[in-house]
Structures are given as C-alpha cells and as structure tokens.
C-alpha cells in the first residue's frame, strides 16, 4: 500500500502494528507522570479508547506502564483520549475548532484545512502558550473565569460583530494584538483577501462605526467607501481603515478601538469554553491515530511552530511501510541479525512520530 494513499479500511491491519512496535509507551508514561513527580498521576488519570465502529470505552484507569501497553496492544483503539487524574486534578486545556472560524477563511470550510488558514493555529498556540502555563488547581468556577476572559471572540453565525474592547485594553489583549499583527498583513489582507473581493469587503466595513464610513478622508476628501472603490490594493484599502482609526482615537471614545477589533475577530483564537471550565471533557492523546486521514497526533515545537507543516505530518499507514521496507545493503541480512535490525527501524520510527525535543523536555 502506497505511503500517499491512507485507506481507512486498512486500519484495523495496521493499528496492532502501530501499538506493537511504534507507540512510545516508555516517553508516553513518563510524559504523563509528570516524570515520577508526583507517585499517584498516572494511576488516577482517566483514559478513554474509541474502538471499531464507534465503540466507546471511558474510565479506564492503569496502575503501570506495563499495564497500559497490554490493554492497547489488546484493544487497539482507534482513537486514545485522556481526561483528568480523579478526584479533582486536571490541566488547562483549551480546544479550538476550525469549524468556528468559517467567517472568517475563504480557502477551506468544516473540518478541511490547508497551509493557509493553518495561520489562525499558529496565532492561536501563540497566543494561548502563557495561558496553559497556569496553575491545574483551578476550581470549575475559576476555569470557567480563565476561559471566558480569553474568549474575546463571542457569537455565533447570527451576531456580526464578535470582538468589542473597553478602555482601557487589558494588557494581555495588548500582547495578543502584537502577536495578531504580525500575521493579519499575510493571513487576511493576501492569502483570506479580506479587502478584495466585493462579499468581504462589505463584511469589514460592516464591522465600523457608521460614522466612518461617511468620514471624509484627509488624504482624499472623499469618504471610505468611495476611497475603496477608488483603490482596489487589499493593502491600501487597509492603510485606509488604519487612517480613519487613528482619528477616531482622538476624537471619541466609542468605537474607537475599531481596527482592533477587525484584527482580533479575523485572528483571535476561537474556543470552545466548555472544555476548559469542565473537568470531565477529554483530550485528545499525543499519538493517537486521526481514523479519517492515518495521520498520528504528535506534539508540536514551539520553537519550530512557523515551520511545522501538518501535511507532512506522518500517516500510520506511511510509518508502518517504512518497517517493511528493507534499507539499502540489507537485502541479505543474516537470520541472527534480523531482530536487532528490526529494533533499529523501530526506534527510528517512534523517533519520527514523537516529533521533537519538546516533548522529551515536558517529562
């Protein structure tokens, strides 16, 4: 079977090779007993494992590692998810949907990405990084606050303007902003093409006070929308909307944080407060297999975050072809040597799906 060509009938084949030559379980033990830290965290986690037909198994609980492993290798889940160590620990997490940014990307809708609306996953890890670096001990009440502070885009399809700011801007809004103009030039005004086409421009000044738009502009003399219709550059057309902004910083006080909001409602991460208040909701696990398209899930470097490219991100059914793929020169291996050579590909394969040094460094 070709690496390219994931077939999701083929699963239940590879799924008990995966689990019994590639899954981490050592690195994957340790990840989640914070390093033997603290005795009792992996005995107390909850696991849940999606089987063949939607089968669903919750609260399960393992003593060991040694434990663990048999239950997968016998089970072979199609899905892995982990939820909080009982009675009353959990981390932060935060869960993004790109299905809730459908406003807002012109390239892909639903559940399909590309490399360009994958922009708005980058802004978000950005954004969110110092947020999942707070205290687990957080009571339903206290997560719910972390959550709906951070939720700054609210609303659904029927409300059109989602981000409003109050005076003064709070200044973690401030930071996120400095992370979102980084990428709004490339992400919204190039790849999105906010203020190109005719549907999505009239989306944008949908978003500005009414007196702008029927403000003359200093340059010109004319007013916005006449000014648009004039320039027809995305980049000019936002130049313009900066312009207006800053005179209305000046002159009012509501309103006036209009392109902000522009900015943050395009690129704000989008999430989903359920997740994060509740203590019961589950994560999706590192190296749990994606049914739908064979790709593992696999930790992510920030530090390399500009270049993670998540097409190229291994399928189960590539890594599990690349154990049987003889390397140059071992086409006449001795029988003896056949095992050690064997454990050889299958170090380097669990090399290439737990991703990078991160992960090792979070044990």
């Keep these: 079977m070709s690496s390219s060509n994931y077939d999701s009938a083929c699963l239940p084949d590879l799924l008990p090779l995966y689990y019994r030559r590639l899954f981490p379980f050592s690195q994957y033990y340790r990840w989640l007993n914070y390093g033997g830290v603290q005795k009792n965290y992996f005995q107390n986690r909850e696991f849940s494992f999606t089987l063949k037909d939607d089968i669903y198994v919750r609260y399960q609980s393992f003593s060991t590692q040694t434990e663990l492993e048999k239950e997968m290798q016998k089970m072979n889940p199609y899905k892995i998810d982990i939820g909080a160590i009982y009675s009353h620990r959990k981390e932060l997490v935060f869960d993004i949907d790109m299905t809730d940014y459908d406003d807002v990307r012109s390239c892909c809708s639903a559940a399909d990405i590309c490399c360009k609306c994958w922009t ?55 930071e996120s902003l400095a992370v979102v103009e980084r990428y709004f030039p490339r992400y919204a005004l190039q790849e999105q093409d906010i203020l190109g086409r005719k549907e999505s421009v009239n989306k944008v000044l949908a978003l500005m006070p009414e007196d702008i738009l029927f403000t003359k502009c200093s340059r010109s003399g004319k007013e916005l929308q006449q000014d648009f219709q004039n320039e027809k550059k995305p980049e000019n057309r936002w130049k313009l909307v900066k312009e207006q902004a800053k005179r209305k910083q000046g002159t009012a006080k509501k309103g006036q944080y209009f392109e902000k909001e522009i900015m943050l409602q395009y690129c704000y991460p989008r999430l989903d407060v359920n997740v994060s208040k509740g203590v019961n909701h589950l994560l999706k696990s590192p190296f749990s297999v994606h049914p739908k398209t064979g790709r593992i899930s696999v930790p992510m470097d920030l530090k390399e975050l500009e270049t993670f490219d998540p097409f190229a991100v291994p399928t189960i059914s590539q890594i599990c072809e690349e154990l049987d793929r003889p390397r140059t020169g071992e086409e006449e291996e001795k029988p003896e040597d056949t095992k050690e050579k064997e454990n050889e590909k299958d170090a380097a394969e669990r090399r290439k799906i737990r991703g990078n040094q991160k992960f090792r460094h979070s044990m």
């Design 120 to 174: 708005l996953m980058t802004i978000a890890i950005h954004i969110l990084d110092r947020a999942l670096r707070a205290a687990r001990k957080l009571s339903v009440a206290a997560r719910s606050a972390v959550a709906e502070y951070l939720s700054l885009v609210k609303g659904g399809d029927e409300m059109l303007k989602k981000v409003v700011l109050t005076d003064p801007i709070h200044p973690f809004i401030r």
